[in-house]
């Protein structure tokens, strides 16, 4: 089936750094979305792209869908304490009848003060 | 809270079992999804409401597994006979019709372990 490979699996920063996630897919997404996970809880949506191309920011999250549409990145700037936790990307291939979502496997993001 | 509500949020159980966990959605939206999560991997789909209907379910969703959402409302999760494969956080998800594309909203999840 459909797989994410999203990279790195984990990142261990300085507070006030800056940092930088990808995930890239063997299809091509309609949509790509960034998620990120505290410890017992559900994922909680960061950003989500629409068009080849597309540039968003939230805050000091950007995010961008790459222009062959089987890839995209989130940067985190000047990363603080409450960063910390596990990033998914995730993808919906086409509008199926359930815009069904395909997540990567996570990046675990370690911020030390 | 208007957010999507699990429960419950824990639930320990033998082998062999039967466990059920309801959902219930962002109360706009239409669209409710199961999702299985275990550690150290990203949330894989289980299945998938529209309103009432069940309209997918994915391979990983055995003849143990039945979902329903009854009233297009709030949804069930059964796993009749547990097993210890089974252990892992299942998530519920909302997402509505008429916002974005892909734009689904999380529960807390429902940790089961199996004994």
């Known amino acids: 089936g459909q797989q994410l490979n999203q990279s790195p699996q984990s990142m261990f920063i300085q507070e006030g750094e800056d940092v930088s996630m990808n995930c890239t897919s063997s299809?091509?997404?309609?949509?790509w979305l960034w998620y990120k996970q505290d410890p017992g809880e559900g994922p909680v949506l960061l950003i989500a792209l629409y068009k080849a191309g597309e540039l968003t920011s939230n805050g000091r999250l950007t995010a961008q869908f790459g222009i062959t549409r089987k890839d995209s990145f989130l940067n985190i700037s000047a990363s603080i304490p409450s960063d910390v936790g596990i990033y998914f990307c995730?993808?919906?291939?086409?509008?199926?009848?359930?815009?069904?979502?395909?997540f990567g496997e996570g990046t675990q993001l370690t911020v030390n003060p | 809270d208007t957010g999507v509500s699990q429960d419950p949020r824990h639930k320990i159980t033998k082998r062999g079992q039967n466990v059920t966990f309801r959902c219930d959605p962002i109360s706009e939206h239409n669209r409710l999804y199961w999702y299985r999560q275990t550690l150290g991997q990203g949330p894989e789909f289980l299945t998938y409401f529209q309103n009432e209907a069940q309209l997918e379910k994915s391979r990983l969703l055995s003849d143990r597994f039945s979902a329903e959402r009854p009233k297009g409302s709030f949804s069930t999760l059964e796993i009749q006979r547990t097993e210890q494969g089974d252990s892992a956080m299942y998530l519920c998800?909302?997402?509505?019709?008429?916002?974005?594309?892909?734009?689904?909203?999380f529960g807390e999840g429902s940790r089961l372990t199996v004994l």
């Open positions: 995730a993808g919906q291939e086409k509008e199926t009848s359930g815009s069904r979502l395909t």
């Open positions: 998800a909302s997402s509505s019709r008429q916002g974005g594309t892909g734009e689904l909203f």
């Open positions: 299809s091509i997404f309609n949509t």
